[in-house]
């Protein structure tokens, strides 16, 4: 506690109907063994687990400690000091993304919807409402409520969308603050509505001095949770994280007046526009109000923010190695190691020499905040700020420099010669790593690490040993002249093929199967256009998804095509940065789901990247195969490989809410490959 930088106090739901006396909360604030006569560095948790959630702190002098809850009282509520917070509804530690709707279609069955009871309200609401005229000359009422029921009533009445307004609950309304719109219904029937529903009205409550209320709140998680985009009525609320978040690129809010606007301005938005905001809400959602540890986790990383703290990095797989023996040094393979007309660059013959580290491990600074800003082309990210900074809004949202990728840009020196001969760019020493996957195939695996003998730009190999079966004691493994790091896995797993190991020390990672079979020059052009493209998956074999009208549901696709929506992770480069959101931040569904079919982490890797960086894949070079001839049969041999892809595909789709695969005709290759194309494929591709 001496060395504490923030103390947390928790308060829980009162059980006794009656409200305890300010006084009486005060004193048990003030007995606090650390509460130092004012509660400075004190942090006063407030969690509504529903819509009547009393706000208990109300005229309780808290001194200099912070209030986070859902219900504030302008007089209450300290800007910059205090957190408003989202509702803690869930306790589950992931949600189930299997009972949340699709975010396509775009539009839904119900324009808007709207549920709520206000008795206060009910008395007037048939009475005409007054006139714009009549307000700007001073006789504006206290209470808009009876204008925003007129009007909607009429929008229903008029039938020139479907909307679905009710001003009386059928049921017993929850019980609300004074003029609060009292939630209608159980839970359960509530988000069956909205599923149908492309927005979802909130009006905030009558009393303009009540900035938010946990009904309010209610109603905003329940909207995001399945995907109707909030629209809320009364622009003196402040949301959850209003100061960190950038509430108007998943919420629209219009002042009370405007009302009658709203029928108009609704039906004026693009799909383009419906879905960005409906993304970015599900993003909202998912990564800061879903679960308890989200909602925890977000006030926390908020008061660290705010004290410019960098937050704690995500670590590093701890690597388990394997000792082994090394042989004589391997030869090499005149065919595997010819790079042709290809020019590498200067290749180092010295000692083997440190690639620069992954060292980027703190906050951004401002000039990464505007240059993301203002640069960044995609849409919305699901993931936040990892490994550098796991909750920070406003930098979680696109992919750019500061996210620990270096700027994409050529080499130093144009094109032509000069190009070749600065293979590095902006990082000449950077180098990559290859993680080899493979499983009690001793042979296949000694023939493939000979093959790496004499690779330029080679860092490191690390051998993910996927069997629980050690190697033969007398293995003698093959001397390439650099580290081969053989790591011992917890469990058969194809997920540890995208473990961030600690032995990784670039940013570089090339996945490649045991039994792949490329040549040096084909890995060295891969690793080329990767450090052109360096947010983006590039590799050798292209694959696609499609629509299968007849069942309504995604394909997944290897047969020869000009288009492509993913590469194979067989044999492909990749940022270590998708490592850790693989790992870590990426749903847990999808990776148990990789466990139970020993399939598709291919696929899952793929979908994470598209996602993130609204991108396709770059294919590089002629290649649909990269297997070694006679090696033994892989897992993708079996029969029920592919059912299962297509399995795969459609439960990801699921976990996404939308198909994040783009495709693309794109195919990088170099004129100096000689590649013989036939003449019915040459429109299929693009050159460099």
Same mark, same amino acid.
């Given at each position: 506690?001496?060395?504490?930088?923030?103390?947390?106090?928790?308060?829980?739901?009162? #059980?006794?109907?009656?409200?305890?006396?300010?006084?009486?909360?005060?004193?048990?604030?003030? $007995?606090?063994?650390?509460?130092?006569?004012?509660?400075?560095?004190?942090?006063?948790?407030?969690?509504?687990? @529903?819509?009547?959630?009393?706000?208990?702190?109300?005229?309780?002098?808290?001194?200099?400690?912070?209030?986070? /809850?859902?219900?504030?009282?302008?007089? /209450?509520?300290?800007?910059?000091?205090?957190?408003?917070?989202?509702?803690?509804?869930?306790?589950?530690? !992931?949600?189930?993304?299997?009972?949340?709707?699709? #975010?396509?279609?775009? @539009?839904?069955?119900?324009?808007?919807?709207?549920?709520?009871?206000?008795?206060?309200?009910? &008395?007037?609401?048939?009475?005409?409402?007054?006139?714009? !005229?009549?307000?700007?000359?001073?006789?504006?009422?206290?209470?808009?409520?009876?204008?925003?029921?007129?009007?909607?009533?009429?929008?229903?009445?008029?039938?020139?969308?479907?909307?679905?307004?009710?001003?009386?609950?059928?049921?017993?309304?929850?019980?609300?603050?004074?003029?609060?719109?009292?939630?209608?219904? !159980?839970?359960?029937?509530?988000?069956?509505?909205?599923?149908?529903?492309?927005?979802?009205?909130?009006?905030?409550?009558?009393?303009?001095?009540?900035?938010?209320?946990?009904?309010?709140?209610?109603?905003?998680?329940?909207?995001?949770?399945?995907?109707?985009?909030?629209?809320?009525?009364?622009?003196?609320?402040?949301?959850?994280? &209003?100061?960190?978040?950038?509430?108007?690129?998943?919420?629209?809010?219009?002042?009370?007046?405007?009302?009658?606007?709203?029928?108009?301005?609704?039906?004026?938005?693009?799909?383009?526009?419906?879905?960005?905001?409906?993304?970015?809400?599900?993003?909202?959602?998912?990564?800061?109000?879903?679960?308890?540890?989200?909602?925890?986790?977000?006030?926390?990383?908020?008061?660290?923010?705010?004290?410019?703290?960098?937050?704690?990095?995500?670590?590093?797989?701890?690597?388990?190695?394997?000792?082994?023996?090394?042989?004589?040094?391997?030869?090499?393979?005149?065919?595997?190691?010819?790079?042709?007309?290809?020019?590498?660059?200067?290749?180092?013959?010295?000692?083997?020499?440190?690639?620069?580290?992954?060292?980027?491990?703190?906050?951004?600074?401002? *000039?990464?905040?505007?240059?993301?800003?203002?640069? *960044?082309?995609?849409?919305?990210?699901?993931?936040?700020?990892?490994?550098?900074?796991?909750?920070?809004?406003?930098?979680? @949202?696109?992919?750019?420099?500061?996210?620990?990728?270096?700027?994409?840009?050529?080499? %130093?020196?144009?094109?032509?010669?000069?190009? /070749?001969? %600065?293979?590095?760019?902006?990082?000449?020493?950077?180098?990559?790593?290859?993680?080899?996957?493979?499983?009690?195939?001793?042979?296949?695996?000694?023939?493939?690490?000979?093959?790496?003998?004499?690779?330029?730009?080679?860092?490191?190999?690390?051998?993910?040993?996927?069997?629980?079966?050690?190697?033969?004691?007398?293995?003698?493994?093959?001397?390439?002249?650099?580290?081969?790091?053989?790591?011992?896995?917890?469990?058969? $797993?194809?997920?540890?093929?995208?473990?961030?190991?600690? #032995?990784?020390?670039?940013?570089?990672?090339?996945?490649?199967?045991?039994?792949?079979?490329?040549? &040096?020059?084909?890995?060295?052009?891969?690793?080329?256009?990767?450090?052109?493209?360096?947010?983006?998956?590039?590799?050798?074999?292209?694959?696609?998804?499609?629509?299968?009208?007849?069942?309504?549901?995604?394909?997944?696709?290897?047969?020869?095509?000009?288009?492509?929506?993913?590469?194979?992770?067989?044999?492909?480069?990749?940022?270590?940065?998708?490592?850790?959101?693989?790992?870590?931040?990426?749903?847990? *569904?999808?990776?148990?789901?990789?466990? !139970?079919?020993?399939?598709?982490?291919?696929?899952?890797?793929?979908?994470?990247? $598209?996602?993130?960086?609204?991108?396709?894949?770059?294919?590089?070079?002629?290649?649909?195969?990269?297997?070694?001839?006679?090696?033994?049969?892989?897992?993708?041999?079996?029969?029920?490989?592919?059912?299962?892809?297509?399995?795969?595909?459609?439960?990801?789709?699921?976990?996404?809410?939308?198909?994040?695969?783009?495709?693309?005709?794109?195919?990088?290759?170099?004129?100096?490959?000689?590649?013989?194309?036939?003449?019915?494929?040459?429109?299929?591709?693009?050159?460099?």
């Amino acid at each position: 506690a001496n060395n504490a930088c923030i103390y947390v106090v928790l308060m829980g739901e009162m #059980q006794e109907p009656v409200m305890p006396k300010p006084t009486e909360l005060e004193e048990q604030l003030h $007995s606090l063994p650390y509460w130092r006569t004012d509660g400075h560095n004190h942090l006063i948790i407030n969690l509504s687990r @529903k819509s009547e959630t009393q706000n208990y702190l109300y005229n309780v002098s808290t001194g200099r400690a912070m209030i986070a /809850q859902s219900t504030f009282y302008d007089s /209450q509520y300290r800007p910059g000091f205090d957190i408003v917070v989202s509702p803690l509804v869930h306790a589950m530690s !992931e949600p189930n993304f299997l009972e949340i709707p699709p #975010q396509v279609p775009v @539009k839904r069955k119900y324009l808007f919807s709207f549920q709520g009871e206000k008795i206060e309200s009910l &008395h007037s609401s048939l009475q005409e409402a007054r006139s714009f !005229e009549e307000e700007i000359e001073g006789n504006a009422p206290a209470d808009y409520d009876d204008r925003i029921i007129a009007t909607l009533k009429a929008v229903q009445d008029s039938k020139l969308d479907f909307v679905m307004v009710e001003f009386t609950c059928k049921n017993q309304a929850k019980p609300s603050l004074p003029t609060e719109w009292a939630l209608c219904g !159980e839970r359960d029937d509530r988000l069956e509505l909205l599923k149908q529903s492309t927005f979802a009205l909130i009006i905030t409550p009558g009393d303009s001095q009540l900035i938010i209320s946990a009904g309010s709140a209610m109603r905003l998680f329940e909207a995001l949770e399945v995907g109707a985009i909030p629209v809320i009525l009364g622009e003196q609320v402040q949301l959850p994280y &209003h100061d960190t978040i950038r509430w108007n690129e998943a919420v629209l809010i219009l002042p009370k007046p405007r009302v009658t606007e709203v029928h108009f301005l609704l039906r004026s938005i693009s799909d383009n526009d419906l879905l960005s905001l409906r993304r970015q809400g599900r993003f909202l959602w998912e990564t800061y109000f879903s679960t308890s540890d989200t909602v925890f986790n977000t006030i926390l990383a908020t008061i660290r923010t705010r004290l410019q703290i960098p937050a704690a990095p995500i670590k590093d797989e701890p690597a388990v190695e394997i000792p082994h023996r090394s042989g004589k040094a391997a030869g090499t393979d005149p065919n595997m190691a010819d790079n042709g007309d290809l020019d590498l660059g200067p290749v180092e013959t010295e000692p083997p020499y440190a690639s620069p580290k992954y060292l980027r491990n703190f906050t951004l600074t401002a *000039a990464d905040i505007y240059r993301n800003w203002n640069t *960044a082309p995609g849409p919305f990210h699901l993931y936040p700020h990892t490994p550098f900074d796991p909750l920070l809004p406003s930098e979680a @949202k696109f992919l750019g420099s500061g996210t620990g990728f270096r700027p994409i840009g050529g080499g %130093a020196g144009g094109s032509g010669k000069e190009f /070749q001969a %600065a293979l590095g760019g902006n990082v000449p020493r950077e180098q990559f790593t290859v993680v080899m996957l493979t499983y009690e195939r001793e042979e296949v695996l000694m023939n493939s690490l000979e093959r790496l003998n004499g690779l330029p730009y080679l860092n490191k190999v690390v051998v993910v040993w996927n069997s629980p079966k050690l190697p033969s004691e007398d293995l003698l493994w093959p001397d390439i002249g650099l580290p081969i790091v053989i790591v011992r896995t917890e469990k058969n $797993s194809l997920n540890n093929r995208f473990l961030p190991w600690d #032995q990784i020390e670039t940013e570089a990672v090339l996945s490649i199967d045991d039994d792949a079979h490329l040549r &040096h020059d084909e890995i060295m052009f891969g690793f080329r256009v990767w450090r052109e493209a360096r947010d983006r998956i590039v590799g050798f074999p292209g694959r696609y998804h499609a629509w299968d009208i007849s069942h309504r549901s995604w394909l997944y696709n290897s047969n020869y095509s000009c288009e492509l929506s993913m590469v194979l992770t067989g044999a492909a480069f990749f940022h270590k940065y998708y490592a850790y959101l693989y790992s870590y931040v990426m749903p847990q *569904a999808i990776r148990d789901m990789v466990d !139970e079919y020993i399939n598709c982490e291919d696929i899952a890797m793929n979908f994470l990247v $598209s996602h993130i960086t609204r991108k396709p894949p770059i294919k590089v070079t002629s290649r649909w195969t990269f297997r070694c001839p006679g090696c033994p049969q892989a897992l993708s041999h079996d029969d029920s490989h592919f059912h299962e892809r297509h399995k795969c595909i459609n439960f990801f789709v699921k976990v996404y809410g939308y198909m994040p695969l783009l495709y693309t005709q794109f195919r990088v290759d170099s004129v100096l490959f000689k590649t013989r194309l036939p003449h019915d494929k040459t429109k299929c591709f693009k050159f460099i």
